[in-house]
């Protein structure tokens, strides 16, 4: 009898411990899914900064070259740029949906994604 109660109290102690385990996970989850999301969020407000740069860039080349100032590999260069700029504001809005959605799953709560969107 007593090495029964004390098999189920070694067993207690082990899924006390495992669900602490799983508690630090989840905080450390939320944690970085905090951090991932405020990251997120500074990158999405200077992501219209950048476009905006990018955008006077290639104006300013194309009147350059247009006055026959700048070769068409500056043009080339700048319209590069300006594809990088609008493919990174692309690709940041995608990495703050997913931050937010790594948050909201850290939390378990998914409500926020169920809220119906009001202009």
Same mark, same amino acid.
């Given at each position: ?5 004390? /098999?189920? =109290?070694?067993?207690?102690? *082990? ?14 989850? %939320?944690? @970085? ?6 990251? $997120?969020?500074?990158? #999405?407000?200077? !992501?219209?900064?950048?476009?905006? /740069? /990018? ?10 070259? =247009? #006055? *026959?100032? $700048?070769?068409?590999?500056? @043009?080339?260069?700048?319209?590069? *740029? @300006?594809?990088? %700029? ?6 940041? %809005? =995608? /990495? !703050? ?23």
């Amino acid at each position: 009898m007593q090495a029964q109660a004390q /098999a189920e =109290n070694l067993r207690t102690q *082990g899924l006390q411990a495992e669900y602490r385990q799983q508690q630090l996970e989840l905080s450390n989850q %939320a944690t @970085l899914a905090q951090q991932r999301r405020q990251l $997120a969020a500074e990158r #999405a407000r200077q !992501a219209p900064l950048q476009l905006t /740069a /990018a955008r006077q860039a290639y104006r300013q080349k194309l009147a350059l070259y =247009n #006055a *026959g100032l $700048a070769t068409v590999v500056d @043009l080339t260069q700048a319209l590069y *740029g @300006l594809q990088q %700029a609008e493919q990174d504001q692309v690709l940041t %809005a =995608n /990495a !703050a949906w997913q931050a937010l959605l790594a948050q909201t799953a850290a939390a378990g709560d998914f409500s926020f994604f169920f809220t119906p969107v009001t202009p």
